[in-house]
T-cell receptor
Framework: GIQVEQSPPDLILQEGANSTLRCNFSDSVNNLQWFHQNPWGQLINLFYIPSGTKQNGRLSATTVATERYSLLYISSSQTTDSGVYFCAVVDTGGFKTIFGAGTRLFVKA | EAQVTQNPRYLITVTGKKLTVTCSQNMNHEYMSWYRQDPGLGLRQIYYSMNVEVTDKGDVPEGYKVSRKEKRNFPLILESPSPNQTSLYFC?????????????FGSGTRLTVV
């Protein structure tokens, strides 16, 4: 099955810093999503981005499907950005969703 | 308010005692799915359903059952829970299986089996 690898596994930032999170996947996929899990465990959909670039406020994402990776950019980080960021892909059969192990982000005030 | 509702939020049970975790969505979504989250492993898909009476196994279906008799409900059943099923469980739904609209997740159920 498809393998999804995220890096780095852990990241500590000073408030105001920028960061890039990476998601590599091992095969062609139907779509890719980025999620944020806040410290209380709630999962929030950030981007649906099978290809191209999207932006939402301080967050943006780019997926290069032909090279099998996606990047999540966080600019001017805030303490509320802390939590775990997951990417997830759907296999080309279109049914199963595979999550990466996540990047745990801590933003210091 | 559009949401996915899971119950209970917390559950401690004993090995072998059958339990059901309920999941309900009010968005008329076709696709629903269950995941378990364990430290260092991310979320792993247990079962999914593409519509009423249509379900299929995810990556870790052993020890679980599901049913989809109504579009809005997708309960997760543990017939004989074991300690290795101690985990954080999430239900999710989306409008289409291609999830162009993105998943909506429930708040999670933390299950402990002793």
């Amino acid at each position: 099955g498809i393998q999804v690898e995220q890096s780095p596994p852990d990241l500590i930032l000073q408030e105001g810093a920028n960061s890039t999170l990476r998601c590599n996947f091992s095969d062609s996929v139907n779509n890719l999503q980025w999620f944020h899990q806040n410290p209380w465990g709630q999962l929030i959909n950030l981007f649906y981005i099978p290809s191209g670039t999207k932006q939402n406020g301080r967050l943006s994402a780019t997926t290069v499907a032909t090279e099998r990776y996606s990047l999540l950019y966080i600019s001017s980080s805030q303490t509320t950005d802390s939590g775990v960021y997951f990417c997830a892909v759907v296999d080309t059969g279109g049914f199963k969703t595979i999550f990466g192990a996540g990047t745990r982000l801590f933003v210091k005030a | 308010e559009a949401q996915v509702t899971q119950n209970p939020r917390y559950l401690i049970t004993v090995t072998g005692k059958k339990l059901t975790v309920t999941c309900s969505q009010n968005m008329n979504h076709e696709y629903m799915s269950w995941y378990r989250q364990d430290p260092g492993l991310g979320l792993r898909q247990i079962y999914y359903s593409m519509n009423v009476e249509v379900t299929d196994k995810g990556d870790v279906p052993e020890g679980y059952k599901v049913s989809r008799k109504e579009k809005r409900n997708f309960p997760l059943i543990l017939e004989s829970p074991s300690p290795n099923q101690t985990s954080l469980y999430f239900c999710a739904s989306s409008l289409y299986r291609d999830v162009a609209s993105g998943y909506t997740f429930g708040s999670g159920t933390r299950l402990t089996v002793v």
